[in-house]
């Protein structure tokens, strides 16, 4: 099975701030990895796809990039609405796991 | 509407059987993959499985495997997760998930509203 290890598990930061969610994978998945946004309650919804391609409706603040091993998600400008926990998910092989997940809050 | 609608909250006890279903509507049932992926209490998501409509096709997650079982029903664009004995353990929030794939992309575009499982011991 592919490993993947999100990190960190929580972090806060400020309204304004820019802030950066890792997930490594091993072994390599090309660039078949996905980030979901779940917020409180609710139901996940796809943030981006293929590492680095924005879903349809999200807020260009989001960002992806990565292939390989690491990938990075990037949230610039920081949003009270975008606290959240965020998971990355490979798709490159079964079962197609999520990462351990990242709280983000503001602080 | 594109949407996955799921069945309601379930109360049972352990070693019961269970099925809760998925309804999809606003696209062709048979077009991409459906299946489940499960939130316990407090804690992260796990990929369950998922299921080929149009030739039942079926990958499942080894920690699930030979516990649950994933059916879909075309004539009504329904999904199924079953559990012939339920445990204590079972006891989470399932989300109905579509898992495109397409040419040059894939992932989980369309989620249920969760249904929330608790199994008594």
């Known amino acids: 099975d592919i490993q993947l290890t999100q990190s960190p598990s929580f972090l806060s930061a400020s309204v304004g701030d820019t802030v950066t969610i890792t997930c490594r994978a091993s072994p390599g998945i090309d660039s078949h990895l996905a980030w979901y946004q779940q917020k409180p309650e609710t139901a996940p919804r796809l943030l981006i796809y293929?590492?680095?391609t924005l879903q349809n409706g999200v807020p260009s603040r989001f960002s992806g990039s990565g292939s390989g091993t690491d990938f990075t998600l990037t949230i610039r400008s920081l949003q009270p609405e975008d606290v959240a926990t965020y998971y990355c998910?490979?798709?490159?092989?079964?079962?197609?796991?999520f990462g351990g997940g990242t709280k983000v809050d503001i602080k | 509407e594109v949407q996955l609608e799921q069945s309601g909250t379930e109360v049972k006890k352990a070693g019961e059987s269970l099925r809760i279903s998925c309804k999809a509507s606003g696209y062709r049932f048979t077009d991409q993959w459906i299946g489940w992926v499960r939130q316990m209490p407090g804690k992260g998501l796990e990929w369950m499985g998922i299921i080929y409509p149009r030739d039942y096709s079926t990958r499942i997650g080894p920690s699930f495997e030979g516990h649950v079982t994933l059916s879909v029903d075309k004539s009504v664009s329904t999904a199924y997760l079953e559990w012939r004995s339920l445990r204590a353990s079972d006891s989470a929030m399932f989300y109905c998930?579509?898992?495109?794939?397409?040419?040059?992309?894939?992932?989980?575009?369309?989620w249920g509203q969760g249904t929330l499982v608790t199994v008594s011991s």
């Open positions: 293929t590492a680095s």
């Open positions: 998910q490979q798709l490159y092989s079964y079962p197609h796991d």
């Open positions: 998930v579509r898992q495109s794939y397409h040419t040059d992309w894939r992932a989980i575009d369309l």
